[in-house]
C-alpha cells in the first residue's frame, strides 16, 4: 500500500512552520520519518499536507552551559548519543539515546520527533520527566514552556496544540553537580529493533562521594511502559533519599515503584511480570546510579 495523495511543503524557519500548520488544518509534521512514514504507507494517516522539519537548521542543536542543558527538537539520536558534552552534563540522555533501535533509525530520528509522538515505551519521554525537563512550543502567536511533568497527559495524548511546534528540551544543570551525581538509564528488551518491555531512568546526587558512606541527598526515577505517560515514582525516591543506600531502601523502593505502575500486557509480558520488572529495574538502576555517584563504576 502507498500513502495517500498529499502535499508536501518544506519549510526553512520554526516561524514558516508555524504558519504552515495554522494554514492548512490538519497538517502533519515529519521530522526523522520513523513513525509517520509507517502510518501513512498503510493509510492509517492520511493528512492533505505534510511540513517537513529537516531544513529548520535553528532546531537541530546541543547546547550545554553551566547553568542548563538546551536540545533542540531536530537533534538526532546519533548526535545526543555521542555528545561528549552531553556525556558529561546529564549522560542519561546518550545513555538512552544509545539503546533506541538500531543505527538507522539513530541515524534519522530526532528527540522532537519522540516527544511530540509521545510513545509511555519512549526512551525521551521518561528522561525528560526524571531530570524536571522543560519543553519550548513555538506557535504563530509565540511561545511557551511547559514543565515534563504537566506535557504528557494520557496515552500518546499531549499538551502540544495543532500549530504549534517542538522547539527545544531543556533542563537545569543545578540540581545535578557532575562531581557527585551519577545517572543509569537501564531497559528490558527482546531485540534491539523492538520497543522495550520496560526502562527505567534514575539519578541520584550524594553528598560527598568521598565519604564511607555517602547519603543520598537527592533520587529521581521514571519508569517507561507501565503507564499511560512516564511514570515518576516519587514514593520510590523517597525510599532512598536521606542515607546512604542499602539493599533494604533498595527493595523498599522496588515495592514502590512496582505498586504505583500500572501497566498494560503484551505478549510476552503480562501485567503481573511489568509489575515485577519495575521494580527490579528500579533497583538495578539506582544501585547502578549510586555507584556512578560516589565513582565506584
Do not use: C
Not at 545526543?80 to 558529561?88: K, M
Not at 522543560?134 to 500549530?163: C, H
Not at 538509564?185 to 520497543?195: I, R, S
Not at 562521594?209 to 519508569?223: F, H, S
Amino acid at each position: 500500500m502507498k500513502p495517500a495523495a498529499f502535499e508536501y511543503h518544506r519549510p526553512e524557519s520554526v516561524s514558516e512552520a508555524t504558519d504552515l500548520l495554522a494554514e492548512h488544518d490538519g497538517a502533519e509534521l515529519m521530522a526523522g520519518n520513523q513513525s509517520l512514514g509507517i502510518l501513512m504507507a498503510n493509510r492509517l494517516a492520511t493528512p492533505d499536507h505534510l511540513v517537513d522539519l529537516n531544513a529548520v537548521d535553528e532546531l537541530s542543536y546541543i547546547d550545554v552551559t553551566d547553568e542548563a542543558v538546551e536540545i533542540g527538537a531536530l537533534a538526532r539520536h546519533r548526535d545526543i548519543e555521542t555528545s561528549a558534552s552531553l556525556a558529561e552534563a546529564l549522560p542519561m540522555f546518550p545513555d538512552a539515546a544509545s539503546q533506541i533501535a538500531g543505527p538507522s533509525v539513530r541515524n534519522m530520528g530526532t528527540l522532537g520527533g519522540s516527544i511530540g509522538e509521545a510513545d509511555p515505551a519512549g526512551n525521551y519521554p521518561a528522561v525528560v520527566t526524571a531530570l524536571d525537563g522543560e519543553l519550548t512550543l513555538v506557535s504563530p502567536d509565540g511561545q511557551r514552556t511547559v514543565p515534563a511533568s504537566e506535557y504528557f497527559i494520557a496515552y500518546m495524548f499531549t499538551e502540544l496544540e495543532e500549530e504549534e511546534v517542538i522547539a527545544k528540551v531543556t533542563v537545569p544543570r543545578e540540581p545535578f553537580p557532575t562531581d557527585r551525581t551519577g545517572m543509569a538509564f537501564l531497559e528490558q528488551k527482546p531485540a534491539a529493533q523492538t520497543w522495550p518491555t520496560i526502562s527505567v531512568g534514575a539519578a541520584i546526587r550524594v553528598d560527598d562521594p568521598e565519604r564511607e558512606e555517602p547519603v543520598v541527598e537527592d533520587a529521581r526515577v521514571t519508569l517507561a511502559n507501565v503507564a499511560g505517560v512516564p511514570l515518576r515514582a516519587e514514593a520510590a525516591e523517597a525510599k532512598v533519599e536521606g542515607e546512604p543506600l542499602s539493599e533494604g531502601a533498595l527493595e523498599a523502593a522496588g515495592e514502590a515503584a512496582s505498586e504505583a505502575s500500572n501497566p498494560e500486557g503484551e505478549m510476552h509480558a503480562d501485567e503481573q511480570y511489568k509489575r515485577e520488572l519495575a521494580a527490579e529495574y528500579t533497583r538495578r538502576s539506582f544501585e547502578t546510579a549510586y555507584d556512578r555517584a560516589v565513582g565506584s563504576q
